[in-house]
T-cell receptor, first 117, second 113 residues
């Protein structure tokens, strides 16, 4: 399977603990996105990388959230001092800008479901 | 950002066509209309996109109104596997703001056997 993979698929943690999620994009894709989705809502954009550079961050990305993509391949999303409101599905997507625009589909992974007790 | 309005839910019978509407009255000239869908327990997947002309692909057809203020995603023969939430999204791909997807609530499509 050469799609986007995310690990772990599920994470249960206690309030106040730190958690880290990993996303492996499609290998030739240089753009990587993180989204968060709560129950019954559409996904919300968190942040975006082009290669290793983090180019955009949403207001939703509080100081407790940090994302990295050190070598322009896989990415990690860390949440420090988790709160119950952080419970959600965290989705990763990747894309590659194909000429001509706007053929730039985003391919999503299956997500990591976080439950904060 | 230009917004889209979709019905919360729709129901269809299996093997019948389905027309999923989307209103986007504040669409700008550089906004492309994209549709994604999210099957249960999966991430969203791309369905189709267009700018002004109607578009067809193996998954669906996209009909765009002449004034571009609305569009309709057409599934020609709904199957049980098409039961999903369908999102209509505007993307301005001529600037950096087009890199993210801005999802609304989408339309939950239920398909009856």
């Amino acid at each position: 399977d050469t799609g986007v993979s995310q690990n772990p698929r599920h994470k249960i943690t206690k309030r106040g603990q730190n958690v880290t999620f990993r996303c492996d994009p499609i290998s030739e894709h240089n753009r990587l996105y993180w989204y968060r989705q709560t129950l019954g809502q559409g996904p919300e954009f968190l942040t975006y990388f082009q290669n290793e550079a983090q180019l955009e961050k949403s207001r939703l990305l509080s100081d407790r959230f940090s994302a990295e993509r050190p070598k322009g391949s896989f990415s990690t999303l860390e949440i420090q001092r988790t709160e119950q409101g952080d419970s959600a599905m965290y989705l990763c997507a990747s894309s590659s800008p194909w000429p001509p625009l706007p053929r730039e589909d985003q391919f999503f992974g299956p997500g990591t479901r976080l439950t904060v007790l | 950002d230009a917004k889209t309005t979709q019905p919360n839910s729709m129901e269809s019978n299996e093997e019948e066509p389905v027309h999923l509407p989307c209103n986007h009255s504040t669409i700008s000239g550089t906004d492309y209309i994209h549709w994604y869908r999210q099957l249960p327990s999966q991430g969203p997947e791309y369905v189709i996109h267009g700018l002004t002309s109607n578009v067809n692909n193996r998954m669906a057809s996209l009909a765009i109104a002449e004034d571009r203020k609305s569009s309709t995603l057409i599934l020609h023969r709904a199957t049980l596997r098409d039961a999903a939430v369908y999102y209509c999204i505007l993307r301005d791909l001529e600037g950096n703001a087009g890199n993210m997807l801005t999802f609304g609530g989408g339309t939950r499509l239920m398909v009856k056997p």
